[in-house]
């Protein structure tokens, strides 16, 4: 049964997942690791309009992440609070696991500071994505509510109005109160998730196009993003947000591209089902100073010849990405067993038959 639903997904969104995830530890080799040993602009001018060019290519792959789960999140009515809770709980297994062997093997001391960071990361936001995502997943019953009775015209005037918000106020003006934050937020996921919603519902936005047409959309709006920072270094900081127009056109044209075109792959599927454990692995707080530190693999990239300066951070960024998603695999299947056993007494379990029922006279209050 578990292979067959493997070969049943979308292998398309599957692939773009895996993309999004490299283009996510790429990412953060530049900025985390790279920016933080070098000054960009010391580089040869042609290195320096390359990894900008990178950057722009990466940067959108957040967006990417939220736009693939609103699309397959919107028309689901059956509770997820289950889902919320094995999410929260493979989280904490990541942490806990990471934490315990850094432990052992000597990279850190204990502290109750970092047991407390370790149990409760996603409630003091050490994984910022996981923490906004779950509050998302969490909503997303009540987002579907006002989705479904949202008329055709109505959702678009919608997703106007937040797109003027967040991407145009909020990009050229930021206002703390109205909590955008430069897209590391709940509204703006919440505006992609409504995004996304659209076009499962109705195909497009306005008016559809061929995928090559998305396609070139995403390389010239990668491009725009490339020349200016090339040419003004300055602004870096503002067009990297998130939240910046051309970010998040720039994303949805790379995901109408692999919205039209399907087909299916086992592996790809399989790959596809431990990228986020990936993040949970490279972005543990302990993690990503050793990985961009002590482990060496920022100054790999930055010897050599330079001339092979975008290839390595390339070629890094794929290899750190395969080594976390080994560590991933073990880490959720070891989770998976625990989870299954430990899920079994509890459905058999007297407390269970009574968090059903109450959980069954809700969803029927909500209906």
Known sequence: MKNESLIKRDSNFEFLRIIAMIMIVIWHLCVHGIQSSIQITDLSRINQFLFYLIESITVIAVNLYVLISGYFLYNKNKPIMSKVFRLVLETFAFTMTIFLFLLIIGEVKFSNRYLLLSIFSIFYGKYWFITVYIVMFTL????????????KKQHLQLLAILFFIEAIWQFMHVVDAIGVNDGYSVFHFIFLYFLAAFLGKYGFVIRDFNKYIYLSGFFSMTMVNT????LSPSSIDKLFRY????????????????????????????????????????????????????????????????????????????????????????????????????????????LFTMISSLLSLTRKAIV
């Open 140 to 151: 997303s019953p009540y987002l579907n509510i006002v989705i479904r009775y949202l008329s």
């Open 243 to 350: 939240n910046s127009p051309v970010i998040i056109f720039s994303a949805f044209c790379l995901f109408m591209f692999f919205k039209k075109i399907s087909f299916q792959s086992k592996l790809i599927n399989r790959v596809s089902k431990y990228t986020l454990g990936i993040y949970l692995v490279h972005e543990h707080f302990f993690i990503r100073p050793l990985l961009w530190g002590d482990i060496g693999v920022v100054q790999k990239v930055l010897s050599g010849p330079e001339s092979f300066f975008v290839i390595r951070i390339i070629v890094f960024g794929i290899l750190v990405f395969g080594v976390c998603w080994i560590i991933a695999y073990i880490i959720s299947n070891i989770f998976n067993l625990a989870f299954n056993y430990f899920g079994n007494i509890f459905n058999k379990s007297k």
């Open 227 to 230: 020349i200016i920072s090339y």
